[in-house]
T-cell receptor, first 117, second 107 residues
Framework: DVKVTQSSRYLVKRTGEKVFLECVQD?????MFWYRQDPGLGLRLIYF???????EKGDIPEGYSVSREKKERFSLILESASTNQTSMYLC????????????????FGDGTRLSIL | KNEVEQSPQNLTAQEGEFITINCSYS?????LHWLQQHPGGGIVSLFM???GKKKHGRLIATINIQEKHSSLHITASHPRDSAVYIC?????????FGKGTSLLVTP
């Protein structure tokens, strides 16, 4: 089974801190994604990566950056944490499109509930 | 951007009832996904379908490409089906998600 592992289930940080969220997948997937999930807003894409050292902005990249130095690892960085970044963060991975069929099933980690005080 | 709308937002049913959750989208797609999220848990993919119908146990997903509409049905619902059900459509390499339907099945 595909396993996507996020480094922490719960994390509490202070305003202004630099925060790192780590995600590792074990299925050699090319694509990796970071989402945040908020009540009433659903899942929103922050950043994704389709290859090592490649990244693309999603719908809400402001205040975040990412790093993908190795294929299996995708890190989300909050450069200077703010209270409005308190949320559930979910990492996902998927293989490349199969025969041009875009949007392959994504495999999710268990999520990190981040609180910024 | 492909807008994805789900209905209803919240649904309460008694054990044994037949349940239907609806999803509509604005732009033609190659495939649609249904996912499930249990309280406090991660998200799992239930179905990926591009036409017709798929069945897995008591779950049935249908799609009408022309009408840009999909439904997820649960037959003989059980309290363990209580979860948030999310539909999603491709958006480049990523997926664009609906806001989810929160289902509570009571004994």
């Amino acid at each position: 089974d595909v396993k996507v592992t996020q480094s922490s289930r719960y994390l509490v940080k202070r305003t202004g801190e630099k925060v790192f969220l780590e995600c590792v997948q074990d299925m050699d997937h090319e694509n990796m994604f970071w989402y945040r999930q908020d009540p009433g807003l659903g899942l929103r894409l922050i950043y994704f990566s389709y290859d090592v050292k490649m990244k693309e902005k999603g719908d809400i990249p402001e205040g975040y950056s990412v790093s993908r130095e190795k294929k299996e690892r995708f890190s989300l960085i909050l450069e200077s944490a703010s209270t409005n970044q308190t949320s559930m963060y979910l990492c996902a991975s998927s293989p490349l499109p199969d025969r041009g069929l875009m949007g392959q099933p994504q495999h999710f980690g268990d999520g990190t509930r981040l609180s910024i005080l | 951007k492909n807008e994805v709308e789900q209905s209803p937002q919240n649904l309460t049913a008694q054990e044994g009832e037949f349940i239907t959750i609806n999803c509509s989208y604005s732009v033609g797609i190659s495939a649609l996904h249904w996912l499930q999220q249990h309280p406090g848990g991660g998200i799992v993919s239930l179905f990926m379908l591009s036409s017709g119908k798929k069945k897995h146990g008591r779950l049935i997903a249908t799609i009408n490409i022309q009408e840009k509409h999909s439904s997820l049905h649960i037959t003989a619902s059980h309290p363990r089906d209580s979860a948030v059900y999310i539909c999603a459509v491709p958006s480049g390499y990523a997926l664009n998600f609906g806001k989810g339907t929160s289902l509570l099945v009571t004994p």
